[in-house]
């Protein structure tokens, strides 16, 4: 992974200096350690912050073709440039370097703007076309790798990060009312808004061209799901051999490298099977890395041990303590540049600091399978609504919500009632666009509760309308189960889990991720595969288990899904009480300065918090969203730099 | 009987219940009850699978031991609502 950064004139050729440049990338420092490269002509600069991976000694940026006409500065890994690099010398394309970013400009000069549909890869990626004065700026197709830009008088500034397009913008951004609650709605703002007014992110799968001082985006790929009849056919087991044969050759793609590749390994089925992956693929030496926490309620220890047990890897871990997670999180939140709802980057960040420490720069994950192949509980929640909507008045149906639920007590009358009101939402339009979501997004909602009158009187945006107006057209027409995995997608995996929790994280330790699930040929087969090939009943990842099971134990296998956690509040509140800057930022001064939260009500829960009441999930998100927001102002409004207590 | 309705069923229990596809872990006519397969939460799943796999609706006043306490009954009571469709 890198870090790319650009100035482009809208009009004429103005002159872009190196001295501009160098402020945009020093602040991606932690994506790029190993050096730093520009290229500048009249109307255009592009700068890069480079992490060496493939080819350490010739694979500075930016990168051009034959004649230097076309430049390149790219943010990630292109996978299969070795395929396509030979496909593109037979062509008459000459190669300068043994690079995977030296095929983006040959793929352009070949295939024109259809270029990234013949790229496996993760990416963002900046390529000027001097002739034609034309820059694209591309993102891969799930969105792994973050990409922004904005317009400051004149000039468009580009960047992999917004802290790098801070230091040439004319005027500081201040926060976008309707991303945040956008936010505080679905995890993140919906694309391609940010959080920083006027900034704008390249949503994922997607082309931003700029030519003529004009800004056209077009998508070149997308989530797309069949109309019935139009499945893949074939047995469980035929469809299972053919995605665990994808599976292995994206494995096999993602373990290249001229830096040795490791592994995350939770003890879930998803980081498992990837190990067991690259075992089968006769990889000689597999290093794991995974974190326990002191927290029983949310440790996987005993899992990860028999899966080290099992495949035999050189692992190391790392005990998160709860006071870690107090102590560096305000220095996640100058990562993530976003507020988030849940503590889960933090210790995600000292993770990618041990791969750090025991000399890795790249690691594969089992993130995308849960989106990809059917594996979350909020799907089986919808699909047993649904099964409720089919009788509303059924007495016995949504007894199943006990399957996700065991706390849930039906026979008490208010374990019923809470059952009607929660869970009952939207039963009698199953069909709506946000089925599958109501009960996750009305819940994340009460975080907006916390706004203060004034805050809220500054929001004109409908975040359920803001996102239903930009789903694909095809969206109503597919299945209810395509329709949940396309929101999850699109929502929380490409702007929380990939970015705030995957990339930023990662990056702070400037640490390649790599993503086998996500694997573009592995999306599209998984979405042409009928639902209950993904979820069979409620067995969620059902194919997937198939396809993994020789790789694995029993047990592994079997074991119920465990969500990623980690403590919430409790991090912030041991036994010492709360780090000095909690209660800083949520002093009613500090509130009221910033003026989003009821400094009011924000008492009123710290008040909760420190009587030791019980705390739900609301509670939890309204504080941490509280509070990431207020460091997210310090940070970027105010110019403090974040703090770090240890 | 449908030997494919059958296969269906019994391989949707063998998978969720028992953890296995050893067709010879389950007779036919076993009980569940009997064997402890299924407690209250798993026959609402079991009539989840029905539905969605093969299209049939069930009423609460259905969900009974005549109907649902083998593969056997499983399959007939199937057929009948399919039949009655």
């Known amino acids: 992974m890198c870090g790319l950064a650009g100035i482009l004139h809208l009009e004429g050729d103005g002159i872009v200096t190196r001295r501009e440049l ?155 009312p309707a991303a945040l609650n956008q936010l505080m709605t679905f995890w993140a703002p919906v694309s391609p808004a940010s959080l920083f007014q006027g900034v704008e992110e390249v949503s994922p799968g997607e082309m931003v061209v700029v030519e003529n001082g004009r800004l056209r985006r077009q998508r070149y790929w997308e989530w797309t799901f069949p109309g019935d009849g139009e499945y893949l056919r074939g047995s469980a087991e035929e469809l299972a051999e053919e995605l665990h044969e994808l599976l292995l050759d994206a494995t096999r793609l993602r373990l290249r490298a001229d830096v040795p590749v490791g592994a995350y390994l939770s003890g879930g089925l998803d980081s498992s099977g990837i190990a067991g992956l690259v075992k089968h693929s006769g990889h000689p030496h597999l290093r794991t890395f995974s974190i326990r926490f002191e927290d029983p309620g949310v440790d996987e220890t005993e899992h990860q041990e028999r899966m080290i047990r099992h495949l035999g890897t050189d692992h190391t871990s790392i005990l998160c303590r709860n006071a870690d997670i107090a102590d560096i999180f305000p220095r996640v939140i100058a990562r993530t540049e976003a507020p988030v709802l849940r503590t889960a980057p933090a210790p995600m960040s000292i993770l990618s600091g041990l791969v750090r420490q025991q000399g890795y720069k790249v690691v594969l994950t089992g993130e995308g399978a849960d989106e990809v192949l059917g594996g979350y509980d909020l799907f089986k929640e919808a699909k047993i609504r649904q099964f409720w909507a089919r009788q509303p008045d059924s007495k016995w149906r949504p007894a199943l919500l006990k399957k996700l639920y065991p706390y849930l007590d039906l ?33 994340t909602g009460k975080t907006r509760d916390f706004f203060s009158p004034e805050f809220r009187a500054t929001i ?76 069979r009943g409620l067995n969620e990842k059902y194919l997937l288990k198939k396809a993994l099971t020789r790789h694995l134990p029993r047990e592994t296998v079997a074991r119920y899904k465990q969500p990623y956690r980690a403590p919430d509040i409790a991090a912030f509140f041991g036994a010492g009480g709360p780090p000095d800057y909690v209660r800083e930022c949520l002093s009613p001064e500090s509130l009221q300065a910033t003026g989003y939260f009821d400094a009011q009500r924000v008492q009123h829960l710290l008040k909760k918090i420190e009587h030791g009441r019980v705390i739900g999930f609301k509670d939890n998100m309204a504080f941490l969203g509280v509070l990431s927001t207020q460091l997210w102002h310090r940070t970027f409004v105010e110019e403090r730099p974040a703090q770090v207590t240890s | 009987m449908s030997t494919e309705v059958k296969d269906q069923i019994k391989q949707y229990i063998l998978e969720t219940y028992l953890f296995t596809s050893d067709t010879s872990a389950l007779g036919d006519d076993e009980s569940f009850l009997d064997r402890g397969i299924i407690d209250s939460t798993g026959v609402l799943e079991l009539i989840f699978f029905l539905e969605e796999q093969f299209g049939v609706k069930i009423a609460d006043e259905e969900l009974l031991p005549e109907n649902l306490d083998s593969v056997s009954r499983l399959t007939a009571f199937v057929e009948r609502k399919r039949a009655a469709a």
């Open chain 1, 460 to 535: 004109t945006d409908d975040p359920e309308a803001t996102l239903a107006a930009r789903l694909p057209a095809g969206f109503s027409r597919w299945h209810s189960f395509n329709r949940a995995q396309f929101l999850e997608a699109r929502t929380l995996m490409a702007g929380y889990l990939l970015n705030s929790q995957g990339d930023r994280m990662l990056m702070a330790n400037s640490v390649e991720g790599r993503f086998p699930f996500l694997d573009h040929r592995i999306i599209e087969f998984a979405n042409r595969l009928h639902p209950t090939m993904k979820m």
């Open chain 1, 22 to 176: 160098e402020p945009m990338v020093a602040a991606l420092a932690p994506r790029g350690p190993d050096g730093t490269g520009y290229y500048t002509e009249p109307g255009i600069g592009l700068g890069h912050a480079r992490l060496s991976i493939i080819d350490l000694a010739g694979g500075d940026q930016p990168i051009h073709n034959e004649d230097q006409t076309v430049w390149t500065v790219f943010n990630g890994e292109i996978f299969n440039y070795v395929e396509l690099r030979a496909e593109l010398e037979t062509r008459g394309h000459c190669f300068y370097t043994q690079t995977d970013t030296e095929v983006i400009v040959h793929a352009y000069e070949e295939y024109g703007d259809d270029f990234p549909s013949h790229l496996n890869g993760q990416f963002a990626i900046a390529l000027w076309d001097a002739p034609r004065r034309r820059l694209l700026l591309v993102r891969d197709r799930p969105g792994i790798l973050p990409l922004y830009f904005t317009h400051d008088p004149g000039r468009l500034l580009f960047a992999s990060e917004v802290k790098a397009l801070l230091p040439a913008m004319r005027r500081r951004p201040a926060l976008d």
């Open chain 1, 411 to 443: 026979n008490q009358r208010s374990g019923s009632a809470y059952l009607k009101q929660f869970f009952g939402q939207g039963l009698d339009d199953p069909e709506a666009m946000g089925f599958s979501h109501l009960p996750r997004w009305s819940t």
